[in-house]
């Protein structure tokens, strides 16, 4: 880690923070909202560091006792908040780590920083129980509550809360990231970035997994053959994507893309726009035999399929509609 500058795309939100260290006008609870994979765990710990780092700066300085405790994850005074049930913090979790351990003053730092991760899984009466330690918390606590759905937490706890909302980053910023910091290739990034869609920590995982990689040319293979398979080759394409049934979602996302790629070369008979470039012998064949009503209905059914899996249609039933679209079309 090398402070702030590690953070990809959320300018306006670290100037934000930084902006309250300098002028002494931190808050006594934030909200850091944004879906998983955003940099909301980063940014807390990057905040909660440079609260507590010795030099006082606007950056944590990586190097004092401090910030070495927090970057090994033992900082007596930097605490996260665990919980037993996978789906729930409850009202004793909150009790025990947080609200009384709050009236023991800091060990060693000005402050004393407690990060609840996933905030959005707190009971209700854990939010109650939260509110007073909210509405009149000691001068040295300052509470970040980390989020994928802020709309969870009672519009009293919200309303006492600095909220920061992290949004995706730009496609361009996720690749140059990805090229730089990681070393991935050009053509390589370029995918991961698109398939990301503005998710940083998505990105990586795409950029690093194995899996993933295999995934992708298994999605390759599919829409790139699916015009010349027979239905049950491709009942088999779906049996092998039902066992992997947790990352349909990267399967749909790969398609879109792809067909949109044979859309857009039709229109336009450019490379540079593409996502898959180095696949534009299969995307010109593509736009040859499909009509521009076509592609848009193969991306409608893409778009369609999201929404049943998500409905808890049948996956088999789905799946197979949406190849027929794209065999049809």
Not at 234 to 245: F, G, P, V
Not at 277 to 283: G, M, S
Request: glycine share 4%; with cysteine.
């Amino acid at each position: 880690m090398s402070g702030f500058d590690e953070v990809i795309g959320q300018e306006k939100i670290i100037e934000h923070l930084k902006n309250a260290i300098k002028t002494d006008k931190v808050s006594h609870a934030y909200i850091f909202s944004g879906e998983r994979g955003t940099g909301k765990k980063l940014l807390a710990s990057l905040f909660a560091m440079t609260l507590l780092c010795e030099k006082q700066g606007t950056d944590p300085c990586m190097d004092c006792s401090s910030c070495k405790k927090a970057m090994s994850k033992n900082h007596p005074d930097i605490i996260s908040v665990v919980h037993e049930k996978p789906n729930s913090i409850g009202i004793r979790e909150i009790r025990d780590q947080l609200i009384d351990d709050v009236e023991i003053r800091p060990y060693s730092g000005p402050y004393k920083i407690y990060i609840i991760n996933d905030a959005q899984k707190m009971t209700l009466q854990a939010q109650n129980a939260l509110l007073k330690t909210i509405e009149e918390p000691p001068s040295y606590a300052i509470i970040l509550l980390l989020t994928e759905n802020p709309d969870a937490f009672l519009p009293t706890i919200t309303s006492r809360c600095v909220s920061l909302d992290l949004k995706p980053v730009s496609d361009h910023m996720v690749k140059n990231y990805l090229m730089e910091h990681m070393h991935i290739p050009d053509y390589q990034a370029e995918v991961d970035a698109s398939l990301a869609q503005g998710n940083i920590g998505r990105a990586k995982q795409a950029a690093t997994s194995e899996e993933f990689e295999q995934l992708s040319q298994d999605a390759l293979h599919i829409v790139e053959n699916a015009k010349d398979m027979q239905l049950y080759e491709l009942i088999d394409a779906i049996k092998e994507m039902s066992e992997d049934k947790n990352n349909i979602d990267d399967y749909l996302e790969f398609f879109t893309l792809w067909f949109r790629d044979v859309l857009l070369f039709k229109a336009t008979r450019e490379i540079d726009s593409l996502v898959f470039k180095q696949e534009i012998n299969h995307i010109k064949e593509r736009a040859q035999v499909s009509s521009y009503e076509g592609l848009e209905h193969i991306i409608d059914a893409i778009k369609n399929a999201r929404i049943r899996l998500k409905a808890n249609v049948n996956f088999d039933l789905t799946m197979e509609l949406l190849f027929l679209t794209i065999k049809e079309n």
